[in-house]
């Protein structure tokens, strides 16, 4: 069960994350048609009293990205309102969250794949985790589990690797985390968003240099 303290500690997060960035993403939204997407940075608080965060591993026969760990989240669909919805609907489909027990806090800046793919970080936070009792969609997903945010401000568990792509070079960041089933790297965009998030919710920046490919945060619209 949370402390008092912890309790009010993640609302006065949550309250800092509402008011962290006004852009109107949904005129950005109008503007990309329907090449968007979006994840959700689900967050609850541990037993510990650590903030923590859902990821899943992709089921290793779907055809893009197969068995990498991923946020919750997909492309955008036709009833999809705002970003919010997408991540929410997917992680719905993906896992079985409910999103009537899920708070929207914010929205961070969107990151640009490769692909020519605007990616919404959506910020989510579960008050009763209690509530959430995986039910995950085997086409899609292989397991979930949660890793405390903070270890992407760490260097523990950590490595990189340099990397050259559309004549860019930049560091590709791989963070490792063992539960008691198996061992799950979290890398690349993944790893790339979370350090973003991380950094904003605990008003520091990673005790690593970051140096990530400028496409990542260059709008291509």
């Known amino acids: 069960m949370m402390s008092s303290s912890n309790t009010s500690d993640l609302r006065s997060i949550a309250e800092r994350l509402r008011r962290h960035d006004n852009t109107n993403y949904s005129r950005i939204a109008g503007e990309l048609g329907t090449n968007r997407a979006a994840v959700l940075i689900c967050l609850f608080q541990g037993k510990e009293g650590h903030l923590r965060v859902i990821l899943t591993q992709r089921s290793s026969t779907i055809s893009s990205h197969s068995g990498e760990v991923a946020l919750p ?20 489909e993906e896992i079985g969250l409910d999103p009537s027990t ?3 806090v914010s929205i961070l800046h969107p990151f640009y794949t490769k692909r020519h793919i605007t990616v919404f970080p959506v910020i989510g936070i579960v008050w009763d985790i209690s509530s959430f009792s995986p039910v995950l969609n085997p086409s899609e997903v292989e397991s979930v589990f949660d890793v405390p945010l903070e270890m992407f401000l760490k260097n523990e ?51 690593f240099e970051e140096h990530k490919p400028t496409f990542w945060g260059r709008s291509r619209h």
């Open 157 to 207: 568990k950590r490595r990189e690797e340099k990397i050259e792509l559309m004549g860019e070079r930049f560091l590709v960041h791989y963070f490792d985390y063992e539960t008691e089933k198996r061992c799950y790297t979290i890398w690349a965009l993944t790893a790339s968003i979370l350090i973003k998030a991380a950094s904003i919710i605990y008003q520091r920046p990673p005790a």
């Open 102 to 104: 899920v708070e929207i």
């Open 73 to 92: 989240g997909g492309k955008w669909e036709e009833g999809d309102d705002t970003h919010a919805a997408t991540a929410l609907r997917e992680a719905n």
